[in-house]
């Protein structure tokens, strides 16, 4: 529905307020209408009433030489369901400063009345010009002039004028203006990468866009054309379907509104509607790319053009600041058989046919990325259109070039979007199109499910001379995720297209399968570093024989750090990069021939911790030593061992390290103590209580021999004591005192702190905001785990009390904790507990999962 149907309808636009209300209430409900022609009807219907408004006023002011301009958005034409409205007043100076001001109330009121927003000034062509120069945004906005209603040659007049001050300012605003858009960038980030993106704000979003029309409007350079007008369109309907499913002004689309603006827009799901936005907003950030580097070029070359001038005997270059491939005499440098570098872009020789050369994507891609240089629109698009399919299996130089794209580390990154935007990747694998754009809706994840595959091989670059088939690593980095998307478990899914992809590419036989295990295998040893006893000798005869062999070994290594590096800060530490180590080690030993069981050394606990196992045992309480972990001595997120400030080891420890230096940003905490029922409800809950978020913990039962030094007289041979070991930080605030946590682990141990009861109070006062509902938790026994002990895995949301709740269900189904390994991704929380019967036996069958379904039930 337009402005012009709605005109035979009573109440009508130009009929008041109220018709304009009703009339716009009418076209936003119109479910047949939506896109370009509401946004066009929207702004035509308060055209009208502002025109009424106006008109009115005027006659009763008595002033002439008036004009009312919509600029911005609204001058575009471009209206949202609550977008603000933009609007200037202009008169020529002639009438009475008090009759402009009242004929200003006389519109600016019955707007404000219906609750619109608005942005509005009063000013002369020759103020409007002035305030434009001294403020960007100002002219950003004048360049979408429109004139509304009044004197529409004093519209036309300031129009006129705003654009030939921008042309004439243009070498200096652009600049401005690129500067501006990275600002705005590096405090946004990029809205291709964002869960909860702003459709505006974002890079690559719909202020981007305007920022390429007033490129565009200089005449110094244009944007790529292609798809950003359909670009700008699905950003646009996005932003009018959230406006319309929250009912506000919002351009940030949260996650909870995410499936309502999928159903205003006709979408299957929240998945789909961010893949598409995702689509625009990397044509928007690949079209400024472009554009932004072309204006770079064109300053430049405008700089050197006097003097290019007097040596080319007075010729000028092309009319409106425009380059042709091989203008300003570029000198033109060789890179690669049909490729050289021009203008610090990497263009395609004067010899070059790529309608005869199907490698010569590849060997541009491959030349680009290693000279660290983008590659030229021009080439893309001419290759695009121009290269044959390369045969099946690939020449082995195609396969060289890709490893060598691969291998190229940061400067990949750029090459591949180039090659990317005009379909290129997904011609050369096209398995590629099912991950392209896809989201990850994993807080760990700080990439879409593509462009963490790239960032992987960019990783695995730096690590390339760790291994001896550093062709098989890039490429299994850049393949590892590439079952995401298709039903069932990606690893799996993931190796059959691997496969695939490498007899393709024209690796051989043995090669194919190399690479199918590292795809398959790729979670392998941080998982089971992170989740299982690795004095467990199942746990690394299981790994050894998944692997197959020391160089696959090898490989699976530097790939599980790339993969973990481009994730995101919480996947990766010198923690988890130690546990991961000492497994690599202990499996490298195995496949070398050792005995798994000569390998483990259970039992044996640091110096450190035997100190506190005895003062545990003298004491017949718990032990605590605490150690304060600074930004520099805490490189990933769960910390690093032996980070300075530890507290010494008392029963009695009285408060956290202090004194000058960094501001500690967690703590490691250890604790023993006499082993004996529900100490791992009890630690948790007393950690719970003081709002410490635990991001790793590790808990295992030693035994100390009779004849230990220090061991206090009277203590039994083989005396128990548990070792617990925590990476925690203060939810906010300052971190607690020790000694205020050994109180209350006395307490929660005799059974005099209700801990359950503190919690509930505690979420009862300070309830916290609910977002999207998270899945549920799962609990599983895992199969061929461990022969000594029964591993219980739950995967949950982290939250407050936790794991407190999981060690009371545990300890009240009676099973002993023998072990646990606990680790914390972002939101997502991922425990193993390895559990035995009171006698040490393993569970059987049935009652390991009556515990899992116990654990299950007490977390729902």
């Known amino acids: 529905m337009t402005a012009e149907s709605l005109e035979d309808q009573t109440p009508s636009a130009s009929s008041g307020p109220s018709g304009y209300a009703a009339a716009r209430l009418r076209l936003l409900q119109e479910k047949s209408q939506g896109g370009p022609p509401r946004r066009a009807g929207l702004a035509g219907l308060t055209d009208e009433w502002l025109a009424a408004l106006v008109s009115g006023a005027a006659e009763a002011a008595g002033t002439r030489g008036v004009a009312l301009v919509a600029v911005g958005g609204y001058g575009r034409g471009e209206l949202s369901p609550r977008s603000d409205l933009d609007l200037l007043l202009l008169h020529d100076g002639t009438a009475d400063a008090g009759a402009v001001a009242s004929l200003a109330d006389r519109v600016w009121y019955p707007v404000w009345d219906l609750g619109l927003a608005l942005d509005h000034s009063v000013r002369t062509p020759a103020e409007a010009r002035k305030t434009a120069g001294e403020d960007l945004k100002v002219q950003l906005g004048l360049l979408d002039a429109r004139h509304v209603a009044g004197d529409a040659a004093l519209t036309a007049g300031l129009r006129t004028a705003v654009l030939a001050d921008w042309r004439n300012q243009a070498p200096k605003r652009l600049p401005e203006l690129h500067e501006l858009c990275q600002e705005r960038a590096h405090r946004q980030g990029e809205l291709q990468f964002l869960l909860e993106p702003d459709l505006k704000e974002a890079r690559g979003g719909l202020r981007d866009v305007t920022a390429l029309r007033a490129v565009a409007a200089s005449w110094l350079a244009d944007a790529p054309r292609e798809g950003l007008e359909e670009a700008r369109r699905l950003l646009l309907d996005a932003r009018d379907a959230l406006h319309l499913a929250t009912g506000r002004a919002t351009d940030r689309l949260a996650l909870q509104e995410q499936d309502q603006v999928a159903d205003h827009l006709g979408l299957l799901d929240a998945d789909a509607l961010l893949r598409q936005v995702y689509e625009a907003a990397r044509t928007v950030s690949y079209a400024g790319d472009v554009t932004w580097r072309e204006v770079g070029r064109v300053l430049r070359a405008r700089s050197m053009r006097p003097r290019l001038r007097g040596l080319l005997g007075g010729r000028g270059g092309r009319a409106g600041g425009g380059r042709a491939p091989g203008e300003y005499g570029a000198e033109r440098t060789p890179l690669a058989e049909g490729v050289v570098e021009q203008d610090g872009e990497v263009v395609l020789a004067r010899t070059a046919r790529p309608e005869r050369d199907p490698v010569i994507p590849l060997r541009a891609a491959a030349a680009a990325a290693q000279a660290g240089l983008p590659l030229s629109l021009h080439a893309v698009r001419r290759m695009a259109g121009a290269a044959r399919p390369l ?64 960032e992987t091989a960019v990783q695995a670059a730096a690590l390339t001379r760790r291994v001896g088939r550093p062709d098989l690593l890039l490429v299994a980095a850049l393949l590892h995720d590439i079952g995401k998307g298709w039903p069932g478990d990606h690893s799996v899914a993931g190796e059959t297209i691997a496969r695939d992809v490498a007899a393709r590419i024209g690796f051989d036989r043995t090669d194919v399968a190399v690479v199918g295990t590292l795809v398959r295998r790729h979670l392998l040893l941080v998982e089971t570093a992170t989740r299982r006893d690795l004095d467990d000798p199942a746990t690394i005869r299981s790994v050894a024989e998944a692997v197959g062999s020391a160089g696959t070994l090898e490989l699976l290594h530097a790939l599980t750090e790339a993969d973990a590096l481009a994730t995101g800060p919480a996947a990766w530490s010198t923690w988890r990069g130690s546990l ?98 529900g100490v791992l409800p009890a630690v948790a809950g007393v950690l719970a209580m003081h709002r410490l978020t635990v991001r790793a913990a590790d808990l295992r039962a030693v ?158």
């Open 703 to 860: 035994d100390l021999p009779e004849s230990l030094a220090g061991v206090p007289a009277g203590a039994q041979a083989g005396t128990g004591v548990l070792l617990l070991s925590w990476r925690v930080a203060a939810e906010y605030g300052s971190l607690p005192q020790a000694a205020r946590l050994r109180a209350d682990l006395v307490r929660a141990l005799d059974g005099s702190l209700d801990i359950p009861a503190r919690l509930a109070e505690r979420e009862a006062a300070y309830p916290r905001r609910r977002g999207v509902p998270a899945p549920p938790a799962r609990v599983t026994v895992a199969s061929a785990g461990s022969r000594l002990a029964t591993v219980i895995e739950v995967r949950a949301q982290d939250a407050p009390g936790l794991l407190h709740r999981i060690g009371r269900a545990l300890d009240g189904a009676g099973v002993r904790v023998r072990s646990a390994h606990v680790s914390t991704l972002g939101a997502n929380a991922v425990d193993a507990f390895y559990v035995t019967d009171a006698e040490g036996a393993k569970l059987p069958d049935p009652q390991a999962t009556e515990v899992a379904q116990a654990v299950e039930s007490a977390l729902r």
């Open 580 to 677: 991961v180590a000492d497994l690599v080690k202990r499996v490298t030993a195995v496949l070398a021939g050792e005995a798994a069981e000569d390998l483990s050394t259970p039992g044996e606990p640091t110096a450190e911790q035997e100190r506190l196992a005895i003062e545990a045992l003298r004491t017949g309480g718990p032990v605590l030593a605490l150690h304060a972990q600074t930004e520099a001595a805490l490189p990933g997120e769960d910390g690093a061992a032996g980070a300075s400030g530890g507290m010494a080891p008392t029963a009695a420890a009285d408060g956290g390290a202090t004194g000058p230096g960094p501001e500690p940003v967690g703590v490691e905490l250890l604790i023993a103590v006499p082993d004996q029922p």
């Open 391 to 454: 045969p099946v299996p690939w020449p082995a130089e195609a396969r060289e070039q890709l490893v060598t794209l691969l291998g190229a580390g940061e400067s990949t990154v750029p090459v591949w979007e180039a090659l990317e935007a005009e379909g290129l990747i997904t011609r050369l694998l096209p398995d590629w199109e099912r991950v392209r754009c896809r989201p990850q809706r994993n807080a760990v994840h700080r990439w879409t499910v593509d462009r963490h595959l790239v």
